[in-house]
RNA sequence: GCCGGUGUGGCGGAACUGGCAGACGCGCACGACUCAAAAUCGUGUAUCGAAAGAUGUGUGGGUUCGACUCCCACCACCGGCACCA
């Protein structure tokens, strides 16, 4: 017999595959369409890990699975090859990105190989090509054209070791997310030149659609909590004596007749003119400055760190009580709701921030508790946002009603007096696109002294990267590229005179955010995508991912419905489904990690155990969304499993022709290709490799017992077997496809169907309770009739002594299930 | 704090629209093969109990003939957001 050698068998398949090109997608054939993919990776020195054998093992099944199925099947591979990553080991490495790029990626593709994924290399992609980032560019210049893209100086996050900006969303709990050891710094903010992307514009489509999608649903709320959707009323009051305007926002405007004070941020740009010419103005510029210098340290805690000063002016207050002082609070967020905010005593900064300057407060709703009531009414505590709070100081009408019901009357009233209008606010900022690095997309726009910032023509497009000797950045703030002087130099593409190119680089994330299109028409230097191609393969069938669960996935969606505006796409959504699936982590749970030493590496498992045993073990542990612990004896098993299919494939080969046929193993067989197919097609992997599990486990009892009796019936169970388990280990299955008698791969336009009336048992196995208590079953024919049914069950011998005599007052019937009785 | 999710044997996890809790795998125990071991194969394995039986899906209540599943309250853990008025 011959042994299950995984390591012979995955690199002579390899190689089959490679040279037949099994798995190169046709992408105008008149098959329908399936595009499964994971999220492209980063290529960097270290090659795979554990948690892209994951991530890229859950789109390779279904991709495998929808390619036996009969679909035109295209399972992707690209590079996201642009960024800080790979810019900080050319570095370390001292060679250029470029140069380190070509090296690392052929690295993975072996790597990628040696996983048995069936990518088709063909139309593979990678960021940091000028034929791929002309496109990246070009995106840039059709925002700009649109308006969407704009120039802003903003305060923002700054990384001392990237050197660099970062979005908000590269912020982690205070530190860059590329560097968050505990000796690493934490982000400092900086004011910067940034390019924005006005992303804001598409907030309220992006929520309106996130609901409809069949997404994680932790990614889905993740989405909506980022946009942050706030409805409420915005007032607009006048500053006594100066005649300023000032607007300010409530999304909780009840208790609007509470406002007794009013708070700007220090980063407001009326504050100068509040102060200026006034006794006040020397303090209150000391309170900015240290408040600001604060903010630029540390991350700000709001609980220790809340200050500041009164600034002399009075808002004129046009509810009719009272004028409301204004004060600098560092607790404002300058850039949301205009960075300014009148106050009151039902709100627990406000409430705090008053009681530490002796601030004067009013509160006017009252829970009905009397206790509570004279607590909240002695400025005991602060009383906020219940329902069911009593309202004692409103309009006309609307007193006494409760908190919770009183929002439409009051929002109506303050219209109606041109208080004020409602008004939508979002937590979600423009995104910052522009970086202070060298390996990206350079930004087309140059600079002219007469004619301001001017787009590259697209005929001028890509920009390209010049290759440089230090390309680390340049120190002043800006990227490597400042010193590329010939680079930077150019015309003015309007005017012809002396120009300067930008020298910021987009933001990756830009390049991640339209990449899945571009693996529809990857050659293409004409256009950035043929949209008749791409409209006839999107959106993407499938996509999962570990991580970005709000950046990358709100920025793809966003250029996507871009380009659904312009025409280009029919579909405003990217991705059909998306799964936000689990991550691998050691055995005691802890992160794996290099300086840990506690890394599984996938190269090394594959050449101990194989690559089907590896994957056959990641999508058997635990339901692909939940993360799991790395356990050592998991691949083992994994090969034991595969190990038993081989032997009873060998052991069927070799044993004699029977005739007859068996009619056990076809039930069972055409059983599990039902249940494998649907739960393939519910992506619960972990139960269809199971119930396969199952079937080997009978397979073989059936063999012990009564050896190879039925050869076609063993046949047609072993070929399924070897088709179900194709998608989850590809190369053992092509082996044993051959060996069982066939001259194509299994990859292509085979999976077993399954035959109803096989899946349909004759008897049924019905559960007799009494009270409920499980006490004897009965096998019956199915269909039998509640009437026959008692009869069997008053027959049985353990039924009877369980009744023991005892009235049956009342019997529950359900058809094939089960007899319930109750005495 | 807010939002979302999850709690089932020694462990990872099964259980369709309420109907045999613990599939499958790991581990463990015993057995077969072997001089022996590894590998492989077989049997057993929720808890208490000698057994009949009883108890059991985070905790406490509820609905129901019947609850891991539905409802209410609470606890624990994980993830996201967190000065957003």
Same mark, same amino acid.
């Given at each position: 017999?011959?042994?299950?050698?995984?390591?012979?068998?995955?690199?002579? *398949?390899?190689?089959?595959?490679?040279?037949?090109?099994?798995?190169?997608?046709?992408?105008?054939?008149?098959?329908?369409?399936?595009?499964?993919?994971?999220?492209?990776?980063?290529?960097?020195?270290?090659?795979?890990?554990?948690?892209?054998?994951?991530?890229?093992?859950?789109?390779?099944?279904?991709?495998?699975?929808?390619?036996?199925?009969?679909?035109?099947?295209?399972?992707?591979?690209? *590079?996201?090859?642009?960024?800080? &990553?790979?810019?900080?080991?050319?570095?370390?490495?001292?060679?250029?990105?470029?140069?380190?790029?070509?090296?690392?990626?052929?690295?993975?593709?072996?790597?990628?190989?040696?996983?048995?994924?069936?990518?088709?290399?063909?139309?593979?992609?990678?960021?940091?090509?000028?034929?791929?980032?002309?496109?990246?560019?070009?995106?840039?210049?059709?925002?700009?054209?649109?308006?969407?893209?704009?120039?802003?100086?903003?305060?923002?996050?700054?990384?001392?070791?990237?050197?660099?900006?970062?979005?908000?969303?590269?912020?982690? =709990?205070?530190?860059?997310?590329? $560097?968050?050891?505990?000796?690493?710094?934490?982000? +400092?903010?900086?004011?910067?030149?940034?390019?924005?992307?006005?992303?804001?514009?598409?907030?309220?489509?992006?929520?309106?659609?996130?609901?409809?999608?069949?997404?994680?649903?932790?990614?889905?709320?993740?989405?909506?909590?980022?946009?942050?959707?706030?409805?409420?009323?915005?007032?607009?009051?006048?500053?006594?004596?100066?005649?300023?305007?000032?607007?300010?926002?409530?999304?909780?405007?009840?208790?609007?007749?509470?406002?007794?004070?009013?708070?700007?941020?220090?980063?407001?740009?009326?504050?100068?003119?509040?102060?200026?010419?006034?006794?006040?103005?020397?303090?209150?510029?000391?309170?900015?400055?240290?408040?600001?210098?604060?903010?630029?340290?540390?991350?700000?805690?709001?609980?220790?760190?809340?200050?500041?000063?009164?600034?002399?002016?009075? /808002?004129?207050? &046009?509810?009719?009580?009272?004028?409301?002082?204004?004060?600098?609070?560092?607790? +404002?967020?300058?850039?949301?709701?205009?960075?300014?905010?009148?106050?009151?005593? $039902? =709100?627990?900064?406000?409430?705090?921030?008053?009681?530490?300057?002796?601030?004067?407060?009013?509160?006017?709703?009252? &829970?009905?508790?009397?206790?509570?009531?004279?607590?909240?009414?002695?400025?005991?505590?602060?009383?906020?946002?219940?329902?069911?709070?009593?309202?004692?100081?409103?309009?006309?009408?609307?007193?006494?009603?409760?908190?919770?019901?009183?929002?439409?009357?009051?929002?109506?009233?303050?219209?109606?007096?041109?208080?004020?209008?409602?008004?939508?606010?979002?937590?979600?900022?423009?995104?910052?696109? @522009?970086?202070?690095?060298?390996?990206?997309?350079?930004?087309?726009?140059?600079?002219?002294?007469?004619?301001?910032?001017?787009?590259?023509?697209?005929? =001028?497009?890509?920009?390209?990267?010049?290759?440089?000797?230090?390309?680390?950045?340049?120190?002043?703030?800006? @990227?490597?590229?400042?010193?590329?002087?010939?680079?930077?130099?150019?015309?003015?593409?309007?005017?012809?005179?002396?120009?300067?190119?930008?020298?910021?680089?987009?933001?990756?994330?830009?390049?991640?955010?339209?990449?899945?299109?571009?693996?529809?028409?990857?050659?293409?230097?004409?256009?950035?995508?043929?949209?008749?191609?791409?409209?006839?393969?999107?959106?993407?069938?499938?996509?999962?991912?570990?991580?970005?669960?709000?950046?990358?996935?709100?920025?793809?969606?966003?250029?996507?419905?871009?380009?659904?505006?312009?025409?280009?796409?029919?579909?405003?959504?990217?991705?059909?489904?998306? /799964?936000?699936?689990?991550?691998?982590?050691?055995?005691?749970?802890?992160?794996?990690?290099? @300086?840990?030493?506690?890394?599984?590496?996938?190269?090394?498992?594959?050449?101990?155990?194989?690559?089907?045993?590896?994957?056959?073990?990641?999508?058997?542990?635990?339901?692909?969304?939940?993360?799991?612990?790395?356990?050592?004896?998991?691949?083992?098993?994994?090969?034991?499993? /595969?190990?038993?299919?081989?032997?009873?494939?060998?052991?069927?080969?070799?044993?004699?022709?029977?005739?007859?046929?068996?009619?056990?193993?076809?039930?069972?067989?055409?059983?599990?290709?039902?249940?494998?197919?649907? =739960?393939?097609?519910?992506?619960?992997?972990?139960?269809?490799?199971?119930?396969?599990?199952?079937?080997?486990?009978?397979?073989?009892?059936?063999?012990?017992?009564?050896?190879?009796?039925?050869?076609?019936?063993?046949?047609?169970?072993?070929?399924?077997?070897?088709?179900?388990?194709?998608?989850?280990?590809?190369?053992?299955?092509?082996?044993? *496809?051959?060996?069982?008698?066939?001259?194509?791969?299994?990859?292509?336009?085979?999976?077993?169907?399954?035959?109803?009336?096989?899946?349909?048992?004759?008897?049924?196995?019905?559960?007799?309770?009494?009270?409920?208590?499980?006490?004897?079953?009965?096998?019956?024919?199915?269909?039998?009739?509640?009437?026959?049914?008692?009869?069997?069950?008053?027959?049985?011998?353990?039924?009877?002594?369980?009744?023991?005599?005892?009235?049956?007052?009342?019997?529950?019937?359900?058809?094939?299930?089960?007899?319930?009785?109750?005495?």
């Amino acid at each position: 017999m011959k042994k299950y050698n995984p390591k012979n068998i995955e690199s002579k *398949w390899r190689k089959i595959w490679q040279e037949t090109g099994v798995y190169k997608a046709d992408l105008g054939s008149s098959k329908p369409k399936f595009i499964s993919m994971s999220m492209f990776n980063y290529p960097s020195g270290a090659g795979i890990h554990i948690g892209h054998a994951m991530n890229y093992t859950i789109s390779d099944v279904l991709a495998r699975f929808k390619r036996q199925a009969g679909y035109e099947s295209y399972h992707p591979v690209g *590079w996201d090859s642009f960024g800080l &990553p790979a810019e900080n080991y050319a570095i370390k490495a001292g060679v250029s990105p470029q140069e380190s790029m070509a090296k690392i990626i052929p690295n993975y593709h072996k790597q990628y190989q040696a996983m048995g994924w069936s990518n088709d290399w063909s139309k593979e992609i990678a960021t940091h090509t000028p034929e791929y980032y002309k496109w990246t560019q070009w995106i840039f210049s059709e925002m700009f054209r649109a308006g969407l893209a704009y120039q802003d100086t903003r305060l923002q996050w700054w990384c001392d070791k990237c050197q660099t900006v970062l979005a908000n969303e590269q912020v982690i =709990d205070g530190k860059c997310w590329r $560097h968050d050891a505990i000796t690493d710094p934490e982000v +400092v903010q900086r004011e910067v030149k940034q390019w924005f992307f006005k992303i804001t514009d598409y907030a309220d489509e992006l929520l309106e659609a996130t609901d409809a999608l069949d997404w994680t649903e932790t990614v889905k709320t993740a989405q909506k909590n980022w946009i942050g959707k706030s409805e409420g009323v915005l007032f607009t009051f006048t500053v006594k004596d100066l005649g300023i305007e000032l607007q300010s926002y409530d999304s909780v405007p009840q208790t609007f007749m509470a406002q007794t004070f009013a708070v700007i941020a220090p980063e407001h740009p009326m504050v100068r003119e509040l102060i200026e010419g006034t006794e006040h103005e020397k303090p209150v510029l000391e309170m900015v400055d240290k408040i600001r210098k604060r903010k630029l340290k540390d991350k700000f805690d709001v609980e220790k760190d809340i200050e500041g000063i009164f600034t002399g002016r009075y /808002l004129a207050n &046009p509810f009719g009580t009272g004028d409301l002082p204004i004060w600098i609070a560092s607790f +404002v967020v300058a850039d949301y709701g205009g960075g300014f905010v009148t106050c009151s005593a $039902h =709100d627990e900064r406000d409430f705090a921030f008053a009681k530490m300057y002796n601030i004067p407060l009013r509160p006017v709703m009252f &829970p009905a508790d009397e206790a509570m009531a004279k607590k909240v009414r002695d400025l005991e505590v602060c009383y906020h946002h219940d329902p069911e709070g009593v309202l004692e100081q409103a309009p006309e009408g609307i007193v006494g009603m409760k908190w919770g019901e009183a929002r439409e009357p009051i929002i109506k009233y303050i219209e109606e007096h041109n208080m004020g209008t409602r008004s939508v606010q979002y937590k979600m900022r423009d995104w910052s696109v @522009s970086r202070q690095r060298y390996w990206g997309a350079p930004i087309p726009i140059i600079y002219c002294k007469t004619c301001g910032p001017q787009l590259v023509p697209d005929a =001028d497009l890509p920009v390209v990267l010049p290759e440089l000797k230090d390309f680390s950045p340049s120190g002043d703030g800006r @990227s490597a590229l400042a010193r590329a002087q010939d680079w930077v130099h150019v015309k003015c593409p309007k005017c012809g005179g002396e120009g300067e190119r930008e020298t910021d680089t987009l933001d990756t994330y830009i390049c991640s955010s339209w990449y899945m299109l571009r693996y529809f028409d990857p050659a293409n230097s004409e256009k950035i995508f043929d949209s008749s191609l791409v409209n006839k393969w999107m959106p993407i069938d499938f996509y999962n991912g570990a991580d970005h669960a709000t950046a990358h996935m709100l920025y793809a969606r966003f250029v996507t419905r871009f380009f659904h505006k312009k025409g280009l796409l029919e579909t405003a959504e990217p991705f059909k489904k998306f /799964l936000f699936n689990g991550k691998v982590t050691a055995s005691d749970g802890q992160m794996f990690s290099k @300086s840990k030493g506690n890394g599984v590496d996938p190269l090394e498992i594959i050449s101990q155990h194989g690559a089907d045993a590896l994957r056959i073990y990641l999508m058997f542990a635990a339901p692909l969304e939940i993360w799991i612990r790395w356990d050592p004896q998991g691949v083992p098993a994994a090969l034991r499993f /595969l190990g038993r299919i081989w032997t009873l494939v060998q052991e069927f080969l070799a044993a004699e022709e029977s005739p007859l046929s068996n009619d056990i193993i076809l039930r069972t067989t055409h059983k599990t290709i039902k249940k494998v197919t649907s =739960d393939l097609g519910n992506l619960k992997y972990n139960t269809a490799i199971s119930s396969m599990m199952e079937l080997v486990n009978s397979l073989s009892a059936e063999k012990t017992e009564h050896g190879f009796v039925g050869s076609t019936s063993w046949q047609f169970a072993l070929e399924s077997l070897v088709q179900l388990v194709a998608p989850f280990a590809p190369h053992i299955a092509d082996e044993l *496809w051959q060996e069982l008698g066939h001259s194509d791969t299994v990859q292509k336009d085979h999976w077993p169907a399954w035959d109803e009336s096989f899946v349909r048992d004759e008897t049924v196995t019905l559960v007799v309770q009494i009270n409920g208590k499980m006490r004897g079953k009965l096998t019956m024919l199915q269909g039998a009739t509640e009437d026959v049914v008692k009869s069997a069950a008053f027959e049985d011998e353990k039924i009877k002594t369980a009744l023991a005599g005892s009235e049956v007052k009342r019997a529950i019937f359900v058809q094939d299930k089960l007899l319930n009785l109750v005495v």
